[in-house]
């Protein structure tokens, strides 16, 4: 018979199973990952949060979004494009037949998300940020024709991102993993299909949102966030 094996997110998947005469094994994973954070203070979870208006011209909020480094909080407001895995596919498609990248996708931020079913009274349903990472192979030709300069989501980018980014301008923002009801009651507040409406959730989507947190995560010199902490982790000393 089949087994499956249910996971939440693909940041789980690199699990390991085995079967065998003896059980079922499933490899255990850090319990308590918060561990690893460095300590913090409640004037640090106060600090100033840029705001950031997604409604200038990309090149203007490219400028803003330079002048911080990583780990800065930001606040968006204004429209963003969402776009996941089947949508990139399909602009893939387009760009190796020749032709131009999406304007939507130079003029606006990209969100990597998809929509969940929208209840009664409600914009949206739950809209949280997909794991980034199936999104980076796609990263360098998408600037290099143009677009796709800031990108949103949740999780780790690969080094070919950090690259991409530092080459023609681009930056990674990450999002919070975990409130996406709250992101869609609080933040977003206008929600339509914008191309691809055949791929259903997968579709090309336009948001408005307002106070939408995020922080800065990959910059558009070489920095990256998450290779910062993973150097500090592997070079000093675990925490008890």
Not at 4 to 24: M, N, P, Y
Not at 134 to 142: I, L, N, P, T
Not at 230 to 240: D, W
Request: include cysteine.
């Amino acid at each position: 018979l089949p087994i499956a094996i249910a996971v939440s997110c693909s940041a789980d998947r690199q699990a390991l199973a085995k079967i065998t005469a003896e059980g079922i094994f499933l490899e255990k994973l850090e319990r308590d990952p918060a561990h690893f954070l460095p300590d913090t203070t409640a004037t640090a979870l106060h600090d100033e949060v840029v705001s950031v208006d997604l409604n200038r011209p990309m090149d203007e909020i490219r400028a803003q979004l330079s002048k911080y480094p990583v780990k800065t909080r930001l606040s968006l407001t204004g429209t963003l494009i969402v776009a996941r895995d089947l949508a990139h596919a399909k602009i893939k498609e387009r760009l190796d037949k020749g032709e131009e990248l999406p304007e939507y996708l130079k003029k606006y931020a990209v969100y990597y998300a998809g929509p969940s079913k929208t209840p009664d009274g409600y914009v949206s349903g739950s809209f949280g940020p997909t794991t980034a990472g199936r999104m980076d192979s796609y990263v360098e030709q998408f600037q290099q024709a143009g677009g796709s300069f800031i990108m949103l989501a949740k999780g780790n980018r690969s080094a070919a991102v950090t690259n991409s980014c530092k080459k023609f301008g681009g930056f990674y923002l990450g999002s919070i993993g975990g409130p996406a009801a709250r992101l869609a009651q609080d933040c977003i507040k206008k929600v339509e299909v914008f191309d691809y409406a055949d791929l259903g959730m997968e579709a090309v989507w336009k948001i408005d949102v307002e106070d939408f947190p995020a922080f800065i995560v990959v910059d558009d010199k070489g920095n990256d966030f998450f290779a910062e902490r993973e150097k500090l982790v592997t070079l000093g000393k675990k925490p008890n």
